[in-house]
């Protein structure tokens, strides 16, 4: 198969055999993937402060137990 066939082919697929999504569907998932992004955004920064806090007191009270 040739690199022309190929994408001929790959064309036809897309044109005549691909079902795309209908608007609505569209944006309804759009919707859930932004809110799902943003909740697990905010479960990073989350997670990631308290490590952060959690560190800084492990380093401070191990530096002021030789200080």
Same mark, same amino acid.
């Given at each position: 198969?040739?690199?022309? %066939?190929?994408? *001929?082919? /790959?064309?036809?697929?897309? *044109?005549?055999? +691909? %079902? !795309?999504? $209908? !608007?609505? %569907?569209?944006?309804? /998932?759009?919707?859930?993937? /932004?809110?799902?992004? +943003? ?7 989350? +997670?990631?402060?308290?490590? /952060? +806090?959690?560190? $800084? ?11």
């Amino acid at each position: 198969m040739s690199l022309v %066939e190929f994408l *001929k082919g /790959s064309y036809t697929e897309f *044109k005549d055999r +691909v %079902e !795309w999504p $209908k !608007w609505s %569907e569209l944006q309804s /998932s759009t919707i859930v993937v /932004s809110v799902t992004t +943003v909740i697990l955004a905010l479960f990073t920064f989350g +997670v990631d402060s308290f490590f /952060s +806090v959690t560190i $800084k007191n492990f380093v401070a009270t191990f530096i002021n137990m030789f200080n």
